[in-house]
């Protein structure tokens, strides 16, 4: 017997493959034994397919499918080769794109359970510097504030589908807040049809984003949907008594939800806000 040649054990030891993978590939054409015994049905290969062996694991590497592995080796091709590296380049992109999206998510979520550990006890109103921001908005022709949460569930749903159907992630759904024009505020005038949620600065441009300007911010906390109206005319008086100009919409944000240890309703955590300009 050939000293080059080795059963199919030693292949697979010599390759550090498995026995059922060399088998595989002996069933889908990819790598056949050079030589198969008549009497005993042992398999034997060549040193020299090694070399077949390395290609085939560098294009899984690449992450061709064994399919595509198998298209391009029977057609020979190099075209072939040369497009199918195209596109798993383009799919890459995109995985990497989708990984970047979970990554930030997962930074914003951080960043909100530090908030919520971190922020003032409810009715407490500050005066902060918050950053600029992104948010995708969605109108409704629904007021939220002439009904009760359970209507504004029907909303979130809808805020979803929106989402969804532009393509755009669906992990962008997350901490829905509600935008109040300046003059309804002013006026106590709880009028609203508009809610939103943050994206990440390179979120796609569309008509739906919207990019809500740092500075300083007349904020008070709050734990309970039903009682921003309350909260919202405090933070009015606050800013009323103190003689600060507001100067742009009101934002409820939604810092956190923890549906973790009750799962009958929406457990939120509340921020509202209004811009201040100091003169």
Do not use: W
């Not at 939220?144 to 992630?169: A, M, R, T």
């Not at 507001?246 to 956190?256: A, F, K, P, R, S």
């Amino acid at each position: 017997m050939d000293n080059t040649r080795m059963k199919i054990g030693e292949m697979a030891r010599f390759n550090k493959v498995s026995v059922p993978t060399l088998r595989l590939y002996d069933q889908m054409g990819i790598l056949k034994p050079c030589y198969t015994d008549p009497q005993t049905n042992y398999r034997y290969y060549s040193i020299h397919q090694t070399a077949r062996l390395d290609m085939i694991k560098y294009m899984k590497e690449l992450g061709m499918s064994l399919t595509e592995i198998q298209c391009i080796l029977e057609k020979g091709d190099i075209e072939l080769i040369e497009s199918t590296l195209i596109r798993k380049k383009r799919q890459v992109k995109e995985q990497m794109k989708a990984l970047e999206m979970r990554l930030n998510a997962i930074t914003r979520t951080i960043d909100s359970v530090e908030r919520f550990r971190k922020a003032p006890a409810c009715g407490m109103i500050t005066v902060e510097y918050i950053p600029h921001r992104k948010v995708f908005t969605m109108h409704t022709d629904i007021n939220f504030y002439e009904y009760d949460i359970s209507v504004y569930e029907h909303i979130l749903n809808e805020l979803k589908e929106s989402i969804i159907s532009q393509d755009l992630p669906e992990i962008y759904y997350c901490n829905a807040g509600t935008i109040l024009p300046m003059k309804n505020f002013l006026e106590k005038r709880f009028v609203s049809n508009e809610i939103f949620v943050f994206v990440d600065d390179d979120f796609p441009e569309n008509n739906a984003v919207k990019r809500i300007d740092s500075g300083m911010y007349a904020c008070i906390y709050l734990d309970n949907f039903d009682d921003e109206p309350e909260y919202a005319s405090r933070l009015l008086e606050y800013c009323t008594e103190h003689s600060y100009t507001i100067c742009g919409d009101y934002l409820c944000e939604v810092l956190t939800e923890f549906n973790v240890f009750d799962d009958t309703k929406r457990s939120m955590f509340l921020r509202l806000q209004v811009p201040l300009k100091f003169r």
